[in-house]
């Protein structure tokens, strides 16, 4: 290998150890390492990134609680609770 390849996979090295965003770790294929990052979750399927897990389309409670490590009931009951929060927050719009 040359040294202008090594010095390349070397900076690209360094951009994936340095970053947040999902959309480097998931077009390199590679798992973050970032475990102060707000995204990550300990999930290798997804790249350990709640972003790609979510960009993989419609989930079930069950592949949700999986990544989390919870069950689908706590899945639902939290989703109750989200949906509670937001239809308490929503604004009527007749009202506009």
Same mark, same amino acid.
């Given at each position: /290998?040359?040294? $202008?390849? @090594?010095?390349?996979? =070397? /900076?690209?090295?360094?951009? @994936?150890? #340095?970053? *947040?965003?999902?959309?480097? =770790?998931?077009?390199? $294929? +590679?798992?973050?390492?970032?475990?102060?990052? +707000?995204?990550?979750?300990?999930? #290798?399927?997804? $790249?350990?990134? *709640?972003? !790609?897990?979510?960009?993989?389309?419609?989930? *079930?409670?069950?592949? !949700?609680?999986? !990544?989390?490590?919870?069950? +689908?009931? +706590?899945?639902?009951? !939290?989703?109750?609770?989200?949906?509670?929060? @937001?239809?308490?927050?929503?604004?009527?719009?007749?009202?506009?």
């Amino acid at each position: /290998m040359s040294d $202008n390849l @090594l010095d390349e996979k =070397h /900076m690209s090295d360094k951009v @994936l150890e #340095d970053t *947040t965003c999902f959309k480097e =770790h998931k077009d390199a $294929n +590679r798992d973050c390492q970032n475990t102060g990052c +707000r995204y990550w979750i300990n999930c #290798d399927s997804s $790249n350990n990134c *709640t972003m !790609i897990a979510a960009d993989k389309g419609p989930m *079930t409670l069950q592949e !949700i609680g999986d !990544i989390f490590g919870v069950t +689908r009931m +706590r899945i639902c009951q !939290i989703e109750k609770s989200v949906l509670k929060k @937001l239809c308490s927050r929503t604004i009527d719009l007749s009202d506009l």
